[in-house]
């Protein structure tokens, strides 16, 4: 259960130097990654957990959450700028704050986004505080079945990540199944789809195929579209927004916070999902919705406070269930598994001090992006401009460094590469990569916990008619496989 | 257009049942199962199954949905040759001695300028050797190529 003690434990750790450096360090690179159009947070985490390898788990995890968070707020920084969203969660962010800095209101535009991304952020990681701890309490008393449903729906979930084309999704994700089998059979032992090949034995690294899938690819992608120059942003003055403009903003803080909330939660979809109806119901229940999408305050307000409010609901079910919601907490949770923590309801009772140092890592990093996106708005705004010509080979060259350093072979090099390629394959086709992340991961808690449930129910299928709360989640996993395809019918 | 459209999905679906095949085919290796809960081959060819008949609806729907975002390849291709060169010479010329001329290469043909593509290539692979073999403590390939120090 939650332990006030623990938590305030956790952010006497958290400010101890040898994490509160990389709390700093984390917060920076987030903004810096979020802020460069076409870089993501995603990519960010991925591409820097190999450098978490040798560091103590929680300064590691604790550098990961801040990249996580101020990546996600410092998207909205080239929405505002440059009308080109930075990260694909910042799109609704462009309506309201482009007109805004289009009026010489840039600074106070970055300054209200900032604000309000630090208020969204700070209530899901306090939300994420009080009922992960219920909720893997909750989680303890699940065995194989309910596992092995947990499992299914977040498969099938994972096709919705695909948006219209949800057939693209579920192939992506059937083909990460595959990938997640190369290795041991998880009951038998015995290798399977190694073809010959020793080092596939053990199984491909997950971190060496999110690096690819993730940062590679997106690099390659990158280096389509390279002839294209960022326009000049504009200037950034008067950044710290006055409180009485913040506080009227009040209404439209609740009703976002709950809409990210909410949505975080719901495996499958994110940021961006929760930034656009938090941004579309503000505006609805405006007393003038035409000042819409013409530099309204409000606009920025909802969009940026929804987007980060999701980030808490999309821990939620990776550390307490060990089942990522979207690709950005996959990558966590790989993160996670390379410092021997295995997210789930067993984390929470073998190692509690560590989960309410995650707990005051994530409240920390919430608070320090708000700082730091402030006093360096200026230094930020420049970050737009980067020069993507000599970045995106550093980031090629990073990816394939990081995935060596993972266990110090030659064979991750090509694992990387190989993903890095399909991945880029599969988004210049309209195949979105997350579903195949997801897949990997769910597919080995899908089969072994199938299997172990047939075992219990000695090969009797029907034993999932006895467990209410495995078929409740199959019961789930089958209506979402319908709204799916009746969504997919409708395109 | 709508045939250029297609293709990929096309490719996909035949991707699809080559990857249907190639399970049945290695599954028919395994151990035999001892009875239906151990069953190994149980969850493979579920999988076998389902991807044929999403291959088949793929086909059946080819095309369908907003067309990607699409570049110029060739940027692209270049940077995969570059990137597989660079990692089949990790080994032999070692991190330093593999990441300078691939990074001045890569910029430049992205059309960083000379100046800059030259600082940037020299470096980067130097600070992220020192960072990772020096700071973070974790070994990363010198070469093959050349003499060990003290060796």
Redesign the interface.
Known sequence: MFDSGLLLQGFWQVFQPEVFVFLMIGTVLGIVVGAIPGLTATMAIALLIPFTFQMNPISGIVMLLAIYASGIYGGGIASILIRTPGTPAAAATVLDGYPMAQQGHAGRAIGIATISSGIGGVFSAICLTLFAPILATVALRFSAPEYFALAVFGLVVTMSLAGDAPLKGLAAALAGLLVGMIGLDPIGGFPRFNFGVAELTGGLNFVAVMIGLFSLSEAFRQLETMGTSMPVPPAVRDVLPRLWEILSFWKVYVRSCVFGLVVGVTPGIGAETSSFLSYSETRRTARDPSRFGKGAPEGVAAAQSAENASTGGDLLPMLTLGVPGDAATAVLMGALTIHNLQPGPLLFQDRPDLVHQIFAGMICANVAFVIVGLVGARLFASVVQVDRRVLVPIVCLLSLIGAYAIENNPMDVWVTLIFGVVGWLMQRNGYPVSPLVLAVILGGMMESNLRRALVMGQGDVAMFLDRPIALAILAAAALTFVAVIRRMRRA | MVARRRA??Y??AGI?VM?AVV?VW??TR??AAA????N?T???HS?AV??VV??I??AW?AG?????E????A??L???GA??A??AL??VLG?IGA?IP??FA??RA???PGR??AI?AFV??IA?YA??AKG??????IGSLWPMPGG
């Open positions: 990929p999905d490719a996909a699809l990857l399970i290695e599954s395994w151990p009875a239906f809960a151990g190994p149980l969850v493979p999988l389902l991807m999403t291959a609806a793929i729907f369908a949905g907003m067309p990607a699409r570049g110029h390849a940027g692209a270049l940077a995969i990137t597989a660079l990692a990790l080994p991190v990441g691939y990074l890569l910029q992205c059309g960083a800059v593509s940037s980067t692979p992220l960072v990772f973070l403590n974790v070994p990363l390939p």
